[in-house]
């Protein structure tokens, strides 16, 4: 798994292209467009292209009217309100992307094994410090929370059930801010993907 951005200069087989792309539309049309041509343009062979239905943006609709384009949309209506749980990405921005590359070679390493080790639907454990809220695979840590969102995990910590691994997308020394890339101690590194299941408020 990547973002757009990192995966610039690559090509796969297959691509799964997801984003949130009806408010990049409202935000900046001709960024929308560059993202999603990157994107896209990653696929040797096979391309899928993820929208929302209750979202969709203009950017895609020449895609769902194409010739050869197959679109899904939901499976069904549920019969009433039956969720019990919420559930939230944690992505790029609740997370330090420079914490598995920084520091001493020795540390980096050993992150790096524990996140190779690492699978989707992986349960990891959390540990919320004064300073830090840290995302561990047994006993090491694997990710630190951003300040955005550490604030966000403290206030629903009672709640929160599990992070359950997505995946892990690459970050590079080159997508980290000019004035930090001096705090690297690798070229490349793991950013693990997860997601929280959270117990609903009952109030």
Same mark, same amino acid.
């Not at 980096?108 to 959390?126: D, E, N, T």
């Not at 006993?139 to 300040?147: I, K, N």
């Given at each position: 798994?990547?973002?757009? @951005? $990192?995966?610039?200069?690559?090509? @796969?087989?297959?691509? =799964?292209? /997801?984003?949130?792309?009806? !408010?990049? %539309?409202?935000?900046?049309?001709?960024?929308?467009?560059?993202? *999603?041509?990157?994107?896209?343009? !990653? $696929?040797?062979?096979?391309?899928?292209? =993820?929208?929302?239905?209750?979202? /969709?943006? /203009? *950017?895609?609709?020449?895609?769902?009217? /194409?010739?050869?384009?197959?679109?899904?949309?939901?499976?069904?209506?549920?019969?009433?309100?039956?969720? #019990?749980?919420?559930?939230?990405?944690?992505?790029? $921005?609740?997370?330090? #992307? +420079?914490?598995?590359?920084?520091?001493?070679?020795?540390? $980096?390493?050993?992150?790096?094994?524990?996140?190779?080790?690492?699978?989707?639907?992986? #349960?990891?454990? %959390?540990?919320?410090?004064?300073?830090?809220?840290?995302?561990?695979?047994?006993?090491? +840590?694997?990710?630190? *929370? +951003?300040?955005?969102?550490?604030? %966000?995990?403290?206030? @629903?910590?009672?709640?929160?059930?599990? #992070?359950?691994?997505?995946?892990?997308?690459?970050?590079?020394?080159?997508?980290?801010?000019?004035?930090?890339?001096?705090?690297?101690?690798?070229?490349? %590194?793991?950013?693990?993907?997860?997601?929280?299941?959270?117990?609903?408020?009952?109030?």
């Amino acid at each position: 798994m990547s973002t757009v @951005h $990192a995966a610039k200069g690559t090509e @796969h087989d297959g691509v =799964v292209v /997801a984003g949130r792309w009806a !408010r990049r %539309w409202r935000e900046d049309v001709e960024e929308a467009r560059r993202l *999603l041509y990157v994107g896209m343009t !990653r $696929a040797r062979r096979g391309l899928a292209i =993820v929208d929302r239905e209750d979202d /969709a943006c /203009a *950017l895609l609709e020449p895609l769902r009217q /194409a010739e050869g384009m197959v679109c899904r949309g939901a499976a069904g209506e549920p019969a009433g309100e039956t969720i #019990l749980k919420r559930y939230r990405v944690l992505g790029p $921005a609740d997370v330090d #992307l +420079s914490f598995a590359g920084r520091g001493d070679a020795a540390r $980096a390493a050993k992150i790096a094994a524990a996140l190779k080790r690492l699978r989707a639907g992986v #349960l990891l454990k %959390w540990e919320v410090r004064e300073d830090a809220v840290l995302l561990k695979a047994g006993s090491e +840590s694997v990710a630190m *929370l +951003s300040v955005a969102g550490a604030e %966000w995990f403290r206030r @629903h910590a009672e709640r929160v059930e599990a #992070l359950r691994v997505l995946g892990v997308y690459g970050w590079r020394r080159e997508d980290v801010d000019p004035e930090w890339r001096n705090t690297c101690v690798t070229d490349r %590194w793991g950013v693990p993907l997860c997601e929280a299941v959270v117990r609903r408020s009952q109030t």
